[in-house]
């Protein structure tokens, strides 16, 4: 024959009237596969919907295993000492680490093996039931991570997990628990004021029980109209003062003007909400770029403008920065060196990505720096907020031009009045109120020290300087003036192939 079959019937096919083609076949049978996707591909499906009337992630369970001991001791010995400066009589605190993990079927015998063997430290202790448990006399208390996040220490024990082959558990959390015995019955206040000094308010919570899931029960709030248009401007102040927005006055003319004047209708809540986070200090950096009008008068340059002009204007500056207000860091000219690099970035006959030799060969590597604050995350939550603006620092450095390396990092603290105990001052005034949102000056300094290097020691950059401001005064006029908001300055050397 001439064509195959294969094409005669292809051809056949292409036909569109069926009544004059028809494919005959002799029969169709059919095979069956159990099961079909992987449980990670099908539980990625079913998170995908959004209706949670019609898909919900299934969890065959909350499994949970105890660590003892839970924190070092110089860690416990800090916290005693911490205590009895509030005047809290702890004599002794006994701690343990509690893992509560989710899973979506029941674990085999050597998957559990795998997950004890990744939770269990050099010389601790694991089993499934505490270690600890409350006492007459003492006093029990257990902390531990909001469910409405996963954490980062989640994020990867679950990693390791799922390397070592143990797919079904999607997240495992830590909490923190406390056996603390004291001379005398601790009164609520100290029972309080305790509790203050081993969680961080924002991102942890008490657990008052045995976990089951980490479902939060939380339900999203209706969206609501803010009824300007009937209100003015008292509608803006009001809802600025009940979601903590922080409006100011320029800020409530504005918006009055935008909705009222130009849209013509309310803003819902979500708006002003978003409002609020655009015009904090983390997103704020349009404002340097507006147009500056001061007393009814606008000004030639904006700030930003002004900032520029000193490198614009220099040209003994242009001739040196090679990156200026612009990517993610700041760059200089630096030197030529030799560097130990693949071999295809010098011949053209090694092609990218295939295996080469290692060769020595001159590059030109200029020297960047880029710094940021971290100031209200630090504030609130000391630990985690210099240690998060040592990462997103971390982060632009090794982004600028097409890809940089770090080297060293810095770090700058400015806060108000420590009132160190056992440590007076003449010029620190012990009376002064601080606001209950934000961690003393003296936590803030310790805690977000030991974040900012935390971060840095986990990465590999060495933290090589920095300094330390505290300061708090009373000038003749009677005006407080002291960093009762902090600022955390995080800064970073790094190199790149120019």
Request: with cysteine; proline share 6%.
């Amino acid at each position: 024959p001439g064509l195959e079959h294969g094409s005669v019937e292809n051809i056949l096919l292409s036909f569109s009237a069926p009544t004059t083609c028809k494919r005959v076949m002799a029969g169709m049978e059919v095979r069956f596969c159990y099961p079909g996707l992987e449980h990670g591909s099908v539980e990625n499906i079913l998170l995908s919907f959004s209706a949670p009337t019609t898909c919900k992630r299934v969890m065959a369970g909350m499994e949970v295993r105890f660590c003892y001991p839970g924190l070092e001791h110089g860690s416990v010995d800090r916290l005693v000492s911490k205590a009895h400066a509030v005047g809290i009589p702890i004599t002794h605190i006994d701690t343990e680490y509690c893992f509560n993990i989710s899973t979506t079927a029941p674990l085999t015998p050597k998957e559990n093996e795998l997950l004890e063997w990744c939770l269990t430290e050099g010389g601790h202790k694991l089993q499934k039931t505490p270690f600890l448990e409350g006492a007459a006399g003492k006093f029990f208390v257990e902390v531990g991570p909001r469910m409405n996040f996963s954490t980062a220490w989640n994020t990867n024990c679950v990693s390791v997990l799922e390397a070592a082959d143990v797919k079904k558990v999607p997240r495992i959390e830590r909490s923190r628990r406390f056996l603390v015995t004291s001379s005398e019955p601790l009164t609520k206040d100290q029972e309080a004021a305790f509790v203050a000094m081993i969680h961080d308010r924002m991102t942890e919570m008490v657990y008052t029980g045995r976990l089951t899931s980490f479902e939060t029960g939380i339900t999203p709030k209706p969206v609501r109209w803010i009824p300007v248009l009937k209100e003015g401007k008292e509608a803006l102040r009001k809802i600025s003062i009940e979601d903590g927005l922080g409006f100011d006055d320029w800020d409530l003319d504005y918006y009055l003007n935008l909705y009222v004047n130009d849209l013509k209708r309310d803003p819902s809540d979500v708006e002003l909400f978003d409002f609020a986070q655009s015009n904090s200090e983390h997103g704020r950096h349009w404002f340097f770029s507006g147009k500056m009008v001061i007393d009814g008068v606008e000004k030639p340059s904006s700030l930003f403008r002004l900032v520029k002009d000193t490198l614009e204007k220099n040209p003994n500056a242009n001739k040196n920065s090679t990156i200026a207000f612009a990517d993610n860091s700041s760059a200089i000219t630096g030197a030529k060196i030799k560097s130990l690099v693949p071999a295809y970035g010098l011949d053209s006959k090694v092609q990218a990505g295939d295996p080469c030799a290692y060769v020595d060969a001159p590059i030109d590597m200029d020297l960047i720096y880029t710094a940021e604050t971290h100031n209200m995350p630090t504030g609130v939550c000391p630990f985690a907020g210099a240690e998060t603006g040592t990462g997103g620092r971390l982060r632009d450095v090794q982004a600028t031009g097409i890809g940089a390396h770090y080297v060293a990092g810095t770090i700058g603290y400015c806060v108000g009045n420590l009132n160190i105990p056992g440590h007076e001052v003449p010029y620190e005034n012990k009376g002064w109120g601080y606001p209950s949102t934000l961690a003393s000056p003296l936590d803030i300094l310790i805690e977000g020290s030991n974040g900012a290097s935390d971060y840095g020691n986990k990465f590999g950059e060495p933290l090589i300087l920095g300094f330390t401001r505290s300061t708090g005064i009373r000038t003749n006029g009677g005006e407080r003036r002291e960093w009762i908001k902090p600022i955390l300055f995080t800064g970073g050397f790094g190199q790149m192939d120019a």
